[in-house]
């Protein structure tokens, strides 16, 4: 039986329920709509980068095109090579770029003093798949060559993503797990986008969910597919993949009222029966991204645990 829950009678955290009446949701019926809208909420609550530095950098794609990503790094380091993250932003494959993540970026270069380096990949419909997996293949090979001049480690490099950048980050741990000194040492899958199949409960039953609905969800994976789902690539849709033990470790943040809930939790279980060290958070008041809301302490403490998970991951 599917149960078509209304937002008054879910047990959302109360402090998650009262911040997200004032974030307009953002769905995918008008696309120009959608990228303002998101580039607005995104830019309205930039704060300030305290003791973080911020570097704009210039990659190159395999093609010889300019690639942006953007450096933050602890400004009071001691110089000795700080571990990376690459991470990837969400916004359903179509929508967000360098300015989606900044709070986020800011605080684990601060808190878990690393450096962290956003990309901003190309995206969907004007450039549906493979284009931003290979910007972040790109990324991730740039950032390894160039980690001494940005005062990185090579060997200690992390790869994360939110929601949609949550599927780029899976998919490009896969892609790396078999290619000396490009496979990361450590995973984390914010809420991620995993499954193009679109047959699991929550996708199909969250219909007016803060922040994501299903009918996201269903209309992202045709436009970053070209408007087909046949047999996705493992690189496309990472629950697609024949094995994943080759994952680094890895850590899982789902939450109840999540569309993309089952299958975050059901490739948590498969990483763990395949051998993968995977530290699961499933949040049982939360909804899709609500750690992006850092004035509740729900938020607060998730934030902490990547915080946490980071450090653990990539200290010396």
Do not use: K
Request: proline share 7%.
């Amino acid at each position: 039986m599917t149960t078509n829950w209304t937002v008054q009678a879910r047990a959302m955290d109360p402090e998650l329920a009262a911040m997200q009446v004032l974030s307009p949701r953002i769905t995918l019926d008008d696309l120009a709509a959608a990228r303002e809208l998101e580039h607005t909420l995104a830019t309205q609550t930039t704060r300030r980068a305290d003791d973080v530095e911020v570097v704009e950098l210039v990659g190159a794609r395999r093609d010889g095109t300019p690639l942006a990503m953007r450096l933050y790094r602890p400004a009071r380091w001691d110089r000795t090579a700080l571990p990376v993250l690459l991470f990837i932003h969400g916004g359903s494959f179509v929508t967000g770029g360098l300015h989606s993540e900044d709070n986020r970026c800011i605080h684990y270069a601060r808190e878990a003093q690393v450096a962290v380096v956003a990309v901003d990949y190309r995206l969907a419909p004007e450039h549906p798949f493979p284009a931003a997996i290979e910007d972040c293949q790109d990324a991730l090979e740039w950032v390894v060559a160039h980690a001494p001049t940005l005062g990185c480690d090579p060997a200690r490099v992390a790869v994360g993503g939110l929601s949609a950048g949550g599927c780029l980050a899976a998919s490009l741990a896969l892609w790396a797990a078999d290619r000396p000194g490009l496979s990361p040492t450590f995973l984390m899958l914010l809420f991620p986008v995993l499954d193009a199949r679109l047959d699991t409960a929550s996708v199909n039953e969250f219909t007016d969910t803060p922040v994501l609905i299903s009918d996201t969800v269903h209309r992202l994976w045709t436009l970053y597919l070209g408007g087909s789902r046949q047999s996705p690539s493992p690189l496309a849709s990472p629950a697609h993949a024949p094995d994943v033990s080759g994952l680094p470790p890895t850590l899982m943040i789902t939450a109840q009222y999540d569309p993309l809930r089952d299958e975050g939790l059901a490739f948590a279980a498969r990483l763990a029966g395949e051998g993968v060290p995977v530290d699961l958070h499933h949040f049982g008041r939360g909804f899709h991204s609500f750690d992006s809301f850092d004035a509740t302490r729900l938020g607060l403490e998730c934030l902490d645990i990547q915080v946490r998970a980071l450090q653990r991951a990539l200290a010396p």
